[in-house]
């Protein structure tokens, strides 16, 4: 089976359907651009993917094994570790102001280490040990996705220090910490100016390089046509049409698609 495979994918607020059947799939290594109009449903779509939204019908399935049943009811815990499953990258960011870009990274991480630790550990000397270890690891860690990122030299400074390219490299580095079966990205230059876009797209581009999957919702049809493998167009809550970037911008088959691609 496919690294990821969705199917029949649906999510409604209230009376209204937001996504009405979605049917897709992904290989690892693979990078997959995701384009429409706003309100196509594209961000509830990735929100549905990380379980910040439950989907109301469908399943989401990677090839380890994992399963995610709409039909199924999970616990607040059971999310917490789906959530593990799939990075995502905000548009606006979402780092702790109070916390430098090193404690944006490596709080979560840690915190995540000391509930894994004390679920398997009692209380006591063995599981202070193996707390201290952890931190330990994680603070490395963390220091090492910041200097993937380029920000080896803003690691002691608060996102108010930072423009909003380093921030959003922050956010990257954070969202990699707990290394995610397929990293998601919502718009991550929207907020951005077209310098700062620059460099977070290259970042991107250089995590492509090291066979990371991610699906990258954009605005950035140039990224979209030079970087992705494979670009779906969402419209009306469907994938309208999916193809190579060569077949979506050079020869698209819907009129939706086309109509898009010329404004």
């Given amino acids: 089976m496919a690294y990821l495979e969705i199917r029949n994918l649906k999510k409604q607020f209230g009376n209204t359907r937001v996504l009405h059947g979605i ?8 990078v997959v651009a995701v384009i429409g109009s706003s309100g196509g449903g594209k961000t509830t779509f990735l929100r549905c993917l990380n379980f910040l939204e439950m989907a109301n019908e469908g399943t989401i399935d990677f090839a380890d094994g994992f399963r995610f049943d709409a039909a199924k009811t999970y616990k607040s815990k059971e999310i917490r570790e789906m959530r593990l499953k799939m990075g995502l990258v905000f548009q606006s960011f979402n780092l702790f102001p109070q916390y430098t870009a090193l404690e ?3 709080i979560p991480l840690f915190l995540r280490s000391k509930e894994r630790i004390k679920a398997s550990l009692p209380f006591g000397k063995e599981r202070r040990a193996a707390i201290k270890a952890a ?5 490395q860690r963390a220091e090492a996705l910041l200097q993937e990122v380029g920000l080896a030299d803003k690691m002691g400074n608060y996102p108010c ?23 998601c990205f919502d718009e991550p230059t929207s907020a951005l100016d077209p310098e700062l876009t620059g460099e977070v797209l290259r ?7 090291k066979g990371r999957t991610m699906l990258v919702v954009t605005h950035e ?4 046509r030079n970087v992705a493998d494979r670009v779906i167009f969402f419209a009306d809550g469907l994938i309208e049409e999916e193809g190579t ?3 979506i911008f050079c020869s698209p ?4 698609t086309a109509s898009f691609l010329k404004h």
């Fill in 245 to 247: 970037p060569e077949q």
């Fill in 161 to 183: 220090q930072l423009s909003g390219g380093q921030q959003q490299r922050v956010a990257i580095a954070r969202a990699l910490a707990q290394d995610p079966a397929v990293l």
């Fill in 203 to 209: 970042v991107i581009s250089e995590l492509k390089n």
């Fill in 221 to 224: 049809m140039e990224f979209a």
């Fill in 135 to 139: 931190g330990d690891g994680d603070m």
């Fill in 253 to 256: 088959k819907s009129p939706k």
């Fill in 104 to 106: 944006n990274v490596y």
């Fill in 23 to 30: 049917d897709f799939s992904m290989e690892k290594g693979e």
